[in-house]
């Protein structure tokens, strides 16, 4: 009878999860820089596609310091979000809703791999692989300082464009009166007590 499945086979099976997830990940990047309109987003696609390469880089280093095949086992979690992110960039939405809606998908990206990341930390100290924790630890910085900088970029300007242009035509609420000054409130603002 075959041997029980170990808690480092599923370590293993995680990073091979992983693995094949970055490698999705280097297709949907440029797709997702593309559809930018914002140069500072797609920037930023763009620069974490360097990233994504070498994090690739430095999964293949943790499986060689384990002693284990270069391996990926297809992720299908990530292609969930990925073909999220897909049937945002059909969507008909004018360019500053088109950026606020990648930042969505692409931050929808960088917390499964933060997750991804952290579990695989926390087994690889737990199991007393401390190079692999060491090189993880790395890509968890980076996939953290990602999901910062979109962050960044939603709240620096491209969240408020968006929502001012789904504001001009009149037929909506005047989100901005209130910070400018006026004491009228929406219908349903004013329902209150
Ligand atoms: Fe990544
Ligand atoms: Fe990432």
Redesign the pocket.
């Known amino acids: 009878m075959a041997e029980a499945t170990t808690f480092h086979d599923a370590f293993i099976d995680e990073l091979r999860d992983t693995y094949d997830a970055?490698k999705q990940?280097t297709k949907a990047l440029p797709k997702l820089a593309k559809a930018s309109s914002n140069p500072k987003l797609r920037d930023a696609f763009e620069s974490?596609l360097q990233?994504?390469q070498g994090?690739i880089a430095r999964l293949e280093q943790v499986f060689e310091s384990l002693d284990e095949k270069v391996r990926g086992k297809h992720c299908d979690g990530i292609a969930g979000i990925i073909q999220e992110g897909k049937s945002i960039m059909e969507e008909d939405f004018d360019d500053t809703t088109m950026d606020a809606c990648l930042i969505a998908a692409g931050q929808r990206?960088?917390h499964y791999?933060m997750a991804a990341y952290g579990t695989l930390v926390a087994w690889a100290q737990t199991m007393g692989h401390a190079e692999a924790a060491k090189l993880l630890q790395q890509t968890l910085d980076?996939?953290k300082a990602?999901?910062k900088k979109l962050s960044g970029l939603a709240e620096d300007g491209i969240n408020q464009r968006a929502a001012d242009a789904a504001h001009t035509d009149g037929d909506d609420e005047p989100v901005g009166a209130a910070a400018g000054g006026s004491t009228k409130r929406s219908s349903t603002k004013s329902r209150r007590r």
């Open positions: 970055e990940l974490h990233e994504t994090q990206a960088e791999e980076e996939e990602a999901d």
